[in-house]
């Protein structure tokens, strides 16, 4: 049997090592450019997803100024934009898997994965509203704002037709924001970055009470054609 003499072990050892040696630097070396290139990727992503953020904000905030100001199709156009942002943020969200897994990073993922779900349902809700208010206004007064202070019986029997039909309209809305709440609910409490936590911070307070509005409004709307006297 062949036995390897003490003497010549080390040479032997030396021998050995030598052959394995190219195979192990060239895995380390393709594990750290697929490492870099993965980081590469992973930064740009980033950098992509805090300018889609800023961008759908700027889009959602201009919204709600323009339904203020009842220029609904504007708003909707500018709802739409938010919505492309929003749903390419949370596409490179899914991309950043790895850093997810990571326990300090990964919650800071979830909970902005979470936070930019909740606005996208939001804006869903804005977008159902924007709609609704335009056609009821367009029937009443066409293309000119709506004061209800100044409307004509004839104007405010049609206002009322069309509340009379609104109630799956009003429904979907309550449920976008119900989703949302959801979405909401799995943002975690504690242990968040400053600038997340102060994203999180406002639709935690304000999100609940849109809710219990809708819940204490759609039944007054549901029965305010008939406690005025529509249809007859």
């Known amino acids: 049997m062949y036995s390897i003499q003490p003497a010549n ?17 060239f895995i380390v070396l393709i594990a750290l450019i697929a490492l870099g290139v993965a ?15 800023q961008k759908a904000k700027d889009h959602l905030l201009y919204s709600v100024t323009l339904l203020r100001d009842q220029q ?15 749903r390419s943020v949370q596409e490179d969200l899914s991309g950043l898997r790895a850093i997810a897994a990571v326990p300090v990073l ?24 924007a709609q609704f208010a335009n056609k009821l206004v367009t029937t009443i007064v066409g293309n000119k704002p709506l004061h209800f202070s100044e409307i004509t019986p004839e ?3 049609l ?10 309209v009003l429904q979907g809305i309550k449920s976008d924001v119900d989703l949302a709440m959801l979405s909401l609910a799995r943002v975690p409490d504690r242990f968040l970055l400053p600038p997340l936590a102060s994203a999180v911070e406002p639709l935690k307070m304000q ?12 039944p007054l709307l549901d029965a305010l054609p008939l406690v005025s006297g529509y249809p007859k």
């Open 159 to 168: 206002f009322l037709a069309q509340l009379f039909e609104a109630s799956p």
């Open 72 to 86: 609904f199709a504007y708003a909707r156009t500018n709802i739409a934009s938010a919505q492309y942002y929003l």
């Open 39 to 53: 980081s590469v990727f992973a930064a740009r992503s980033v950098l992509r997803i805090v300018d889609y953020t």
């Open 106 to 129: 990964g919650r800071q993922v979830r909970a902005f994965t979470y936070t930019i779900a909740t606005i996208d349902r939001l804006s869903i809700a804005m977008d159902r509203g």
């Open 155 to 157: 104007q405010k029997r």
């Open 207 to 218: 999100l609940p009470r849109a809710q219990h509005s809708l819940q204490i409004a759609l």
């Open 9 to 25: 072990f080390l040479d032997h050892y030396r021998t050995e090592r030598k052959k394995k040696n190219p195979w192990i630097f």
